[in-house]
């Protein structure tokens, strides 16, 4: 099996996709002749014409009503955003339109879109590049929110949302494009959507996360480990709309405590919504409060100052040992 | 790969040609020779902070940073058309013309850094921020225009954008309902001819970015971006227009980035070959200006040596001043978030692991 880094995961996940069925496009700002601004689209053009796999113009509310359209007519379009915070370019089209679709219509069409971008923070990147809007999209019924955490996830959740019949937002956080190398198989697999991941087993505690606060969470409970001998069990979420209940409610009937990671800002995101389902359904097996560790609500800030504003590792810690005193 | 060459066969304004000849003597502006020469310093001292900012973004001295070599004559020829208090909408990569109408270049290198106060625009400096979201600008400079017609004040909003940004709905809807109100709007749209590797004939079936003012009903016109007059004039034009209450322009000037779209990884070799660098290289705008002063004799070594000295100093003075200025603090940042800051956002900045505010 080959060692694969996350971007070259999602390029193999697109090529297997591609070659698997031709219903298959992919399209964006700069993903054909250049082959994507992070090179996800590296050769694909090439490979499978230009027809298949192309350059549009520069206009997201276009790239997003292109899905649609396309989508509506039988197509299977992975469209990328070049980086998240252009998203509002195209939110008519992808939750006013594309995720109502089936709904407005009562089943007689439906969109079966694929909407790549790229987001996060620590890699220092200009305005409106890394913030995480994930929360708008959590809010809008009837498109689904995956964001991968590693190489091996990536492909096989992204070639899931290529073959899913619901409009999916596919979240791939810049920090781990290159990050790591990770056992990737060459061939056509998929993960499943709509359902979280035990990563590390514990009992004292359940320390919820997705995409690439996962790492962050994984260290955290290993310093948990080595400092206060605490076994702490992390989730990640993968899709983060619909959100996996019951993996959550599984573990917390287990450790009792929890904590829950998020890189979005605080209010009203998926920490929240996560709270208030262990709130809804597992409260009395709770010893102490759910606490939550985000970046305080405001816009994400400018690069000098992006590792002081992102949850660290210690913070994590910190936040654990309350819990568990509580 | 993008193979074509300067356009020649569409008709366009022009100045001076490549060998610093008056095409046509009535089209020289009427300026004095101090802003003849003015404008050369500008467009050399541009060039020289290019090369520098390029070389500190590589060394680490400097954060996001969007290439301007090519492009001088667009950005200054535009600008100095324009009074100070003429309001101006750059985009990421229209930082010298921000800087020349008066947004201090320590700043533009904090910008760059990436800290909130290279943001912080002086009072009574007309000029916004860079802007990110391609198209953006134009809408928001039409409310600024407005602003301008309502107060009956003679100024004028200028917006830069893209080749690629004239694919933008912004686009269409700023200068739309510039058209219905006949605001004092100026669009000058720089056409480098990629819109990062995308070439134009791929971002729009029209082959005069000029024309898509027709539809809305103001006037377009086309300039040779690399000459420094043509553009001045272009704008000249454009701004008395707009402040004898006659209404909008779109200025679609012709030029070309010799460097990478950004300096965060792109390889121009992926989608344009060496030959069409080459064939825009012979027309830069600086050479061409340069070869223009000498046959009026205004201009000499001594000029040229002037503004090297000058470059060098002011453009290491003002990193070295963004480099001593003094680091954000969450509470400062968050400060900016409301006029007025909730307590709920307030408790937020007591970070839980030391129960003391963040810095
Ligand atoms: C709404 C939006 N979409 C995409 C981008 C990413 N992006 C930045 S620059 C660029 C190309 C712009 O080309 P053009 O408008 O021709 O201007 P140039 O960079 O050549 O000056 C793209 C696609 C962005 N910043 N904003």
Redesign the interface.
């Known amino acids: 099996m080959a060692q694969l880094t996350m971007i070259e995961a999602i390029r193999s996940a697109l090529s297997a996709a591609l070659e698997k069925d031709e219903r298959v496009l992919v399209f964006g700002e700069d993903v054909g002749q250049s082959g994507g601004v992070f090179r996800a689209t590296d050769g694909l053009m090439q490979r499978f014409g230009e027809a298949r796999v192309f350059d549009t113009p520069l206009a997201e509310s276009s790239i997003a009503g292109l899905a649609t359209g396309l989508s509506l007519q039988g197509f299977i379009p992975v469209a990328e955003i070049q980086f998240f915070g252009f998203v509002f370019e195209a939110m008519d089209e992808m939750i006013g339109q594309a995720a109502r679709m089936r709904f407005r219509t009562g089943g007689s069409f439906h969109c079966p879109i694929v909407y790549r971008t790229p987001f996060g923070g620590g890699v220092k990147t200009p305005e409106l590049h890394a913030d995480s809007l994930e929360g708008l999209f959590v809010q809008s019924p009837g498109i689904k929110v995956i964001v991968p955490s590693s190489p091996y996830e990536a492909k096989g959740l992204l070639l899931s949302a290529i073959f899913d019949e619901d409009p999916v937002l596919f979240l791939e956080h810049m920090k781990l494009y290159r990050s790591f190398r990770e056992e990737v198989p060459e061939d056509f697999y998929t993960l499943p959507l709509g359902e979280a991941k035990v990563v590390k087993a514990g009992k004292d505690l359940t320390l919820i996360s997705y995409g690439a606060m996962v790492r962050t969470a994984i260290k955290a409970a290993e310093i948990a480990a080595q400092e206060q001998g605490l076994s702490v069990e992390v989730i990640d979420l993968r899709t983060i709309s619909p959100i996996d209940t019951e993996t959550i409610v599984t573990s917390i009937r287990k450790t009792h405590r929890a904590v829950v990671l998020q890189e979005a800002q605080r209010s009203a995101g998926v920490a929240a919504e996560v709270i208030a389902r262990i709130n809804e359904e597992a409260i009395y097996d709770l010893e102490g409060p759910v606490l939550r560790v985000a970046p305080p609500d405001t816009v994400y800030p400018f690069t000098l100052f992006e590792k002081e504003w992102l949850p660290t590792e210690q913070l994590v810690v910190h936040q654990i040992n309350q819990a568990m005193h509580a | ?1 993008s193979v074509h060459a300067p356009v020649r066969e569409l008709g366009y304004l022009r100045v001076i040609d490549e060998e610093g000849q008056v095409t046509d003597s009535s089209l020289l502006p009427d300026i004095t020779e101090g802003h003849f020469k003015q404008l050369m310093e500008r467009m050399l001292f541009t060039r020289l902070w290019d090369e520098r900012a390029i070389k500190w973004t590589r060394q680490g001295k400097l ?2 940073y969007a290439p301007v070599a090519g492009q001088e004559a667009a950005m200054i020829g535009s600008e100095a058309a324009l009074t100070m208090d003429d309001f101006i909408l750059p985009s ?1 990569r229209d930082v010298p013309q921000a800087v020349w109408h008066g947004w201090p270049l320590y700043q533009a290198f904090l910008y760059s ?4 106060h ?1 943001n912080q625009i002086p009072e009574g400096v007309n000029v916004l921020p860079p802007q ?4 953006a600008q134009i809408v928001q400079a039409a409310g600024v225009a407005m602003a301008f017609a309502l107060r009956k004040e003679k100024r004028v909003a200028l917006a830069y954008i893209g080749d ?2 004239t ?4 686009f269409y809807e700023g200068m739309n309902v510039a058209g219905v109100y006949r605001l004092p709007l100026i669009v000058l749209v720089q056409n480098n001819q990629f ?4 070439p134009v004939e ?3 079936a029209v082959k005069e970015l000029a024309k898509k003012a027709e539809a809305s009903g103001m006037e377009g016109i086309r300039v040779d971006g690399m000459d420094v007059l043509a553009v001045y004039q272009a704008v000249q034009g454009a701004v008395q227009k707009a402040k004898a209450g006659e209404g909008p322009t779109l200025i679609e000037a012709l030029t070309f980035r010799y460097g990478p779209h950004t300096m ?4 121009p070799k ?2 344009r070959t060496k030959e069409l660098e080459e064939d825009w290289r012979a027309r830069d705008p600086i050479i061409r200006y340069r070869k223009f002063l000498h046959t009026k004799g205004w201009w000499t070594e001594e000029d040229e040596r002037k503004v090297e000295t000058k470059a060098k100093d002011e453009v290491q003075a003002a990193l070295d001043r963004a480099n001593q200025f003094p ?2 603090s ?1 509470k400062a ?2 400060s900016h ?1 409301y006029a007025k800051m909730p307590i ?2 307030a408790d ?2 007591i ?3 030391t129960k003391k505010e ?1 810095k």
């Open positions: 790969m954060g996001f990421y850094l990436g800290h909130q290279g990110i979201i391609i198209g690629g940004g694919s933008q709905g912004d819109a990062i590797s995308v791929k971002q729009t965060s990884g792109d390889d992926r989608y680091a954000m969450m940042l968050a978030m709920e956002l937020q900045l970070r839980q692991d963040v």
